[in-house]
């Protein structure tokens, strides 16, 4: 089992409407969460940080950390085309490294 | 802006040869990461060096080596390349110093990424 897991997808919107995407894992110890947003042939970049449980907002984006259940997600509101991207979650515990989902690739259509 | 660049964007090589890839950071970043991503498995972490001549080990270090001579620079090495190393390496840098208190320093910066092909 992995330790991060994410959907895939595809997962296809139109334009305007709420983007969802979540990913559950099983390290109990993992106290920082995050998503990345990567472009086709781009590297990633950081959307969203969040500490231990709760929201975080920032825009039209829109974090949830529930570590009782083990699960994180990301909402995107009135979604756009240059939304389209694939969204990687990652998690942390106390040091650097990072694991991360396999990434859901969401396409909003104009 | 933390810009962190990659030698090539795509490289094709034969097996058993030697590969290096180059990556450059220029914000004075402390932490700089070797990933690679296969479709399906994520970003895996290959190598990581927190200081000068400084390196660790991640999750799949098997088949590469790093060097990392100067602060900016982290160069993964593919001592006789394979074909399963067939992949898109990116490469990272983060300022380090831990997450505590410290807003964004353990924030990972990546490049545009090396799609490599091992025939």
């Known amino acids: 089992q992995k330790e991060v897991e994410q959907d895939p997808g595809p997962l296809s919107v139109p334009e305007g409407a709420i983007v969802s995407l979540n990913c559950t894992y099983s390290n109990s110890a993992f106290q920082y969460f995050m998503w990345y947003r990567q472009y086709s042939r781009k590297g990633p970049e950081l959307l969203m940080y969040t500490y231990s449980s709760g929201n975080k907002e920032d825009g039209r984006f829109t974090a949830q950390v529930d570590k009782s259940s083990k699960y994180i997600s990301l909402f995107i509101r009135d979604s756009q085309p240059s939304d389209s991207a694939t969204y990687l979650c990652?998690?942390?515990?106390?040091?650097?490294?990072?694991?991360f989902g396999a990434g859901t690739t969401v396409t909003v259509r104009a | 802006d933390v810009k962190v660049t990659q030698s090539s964007r795509y490289l094709v090589k034969r097996t058993g040869e030697k590969v290096f890839l180059e990556c450059v950071q220029d914000?004075?970043?402390?932490?700089m990461f070797w990933y690679r991503q296969d479709p399906g498995l994520g970003l895996r972490l290959i190598y990581f060096s927190y200081d000068v001549k400084m390196k660790e080990k991640g999750d799949i270090p098997e088949g590469y080596s790093v060097s990392r001579e100067k602060k900016e620079r982290f160069s993964l090495i593919l001592e006789s390349a394979s074909t399963n190393q067939t992949s898109m390496y990116l490469c990272?840098?983060?300022?380090?110093?831990?997450?505590?208190?410290?807003?964004?320093?353990?924030?990972?910066?990546f490049g545009p990424g090396t799609r490599l092909t091992v025939l």
């Open positions: 914000m004075d970043h402390e932490n």
């Open positions: 990652a998690m942390s515990e106390e040091d650097y490294k990072l694991s």
């Open positions: 990272a840098s983060s300022r380090g110093q831990g997450w505590v208190g410290s807003g964004d320093s353990n924030t990972q910066y």
